[in-house]
């Protein structure tokens, strides 16, 4: 879970997004993504992962921490 927090708010930080024009971009709500990026959401379902991969840009896997390029 620790990667996932790390490089979801380091892919949003890189595309200069707030959380909350991530919430508007990607359909997932602005608690969830705080909750993610601050470790409190033990578990991610897919579609959230891949609503969030897809608005940022990146892959997954990226997100997941199973590939080092985000594309």
Known sequence: ??????????????????????EEISGIPQNTISRIEL?????ISTRTLAALAR?????????LGLKDEPD
């Open 1 to 22: 879970m620790a990667i996932v927090k790390d490089r979801l708010k380091s892919a949003r930080k890189t595309r200069d997004l707030r959380q909350k024009q991530l």
């Open 55 to 63: 608005a940022l840009g990146v892959s997954a896997d990226y997100l």
């Open 39 to 43: 470790g409190k959401n033990p578990e």
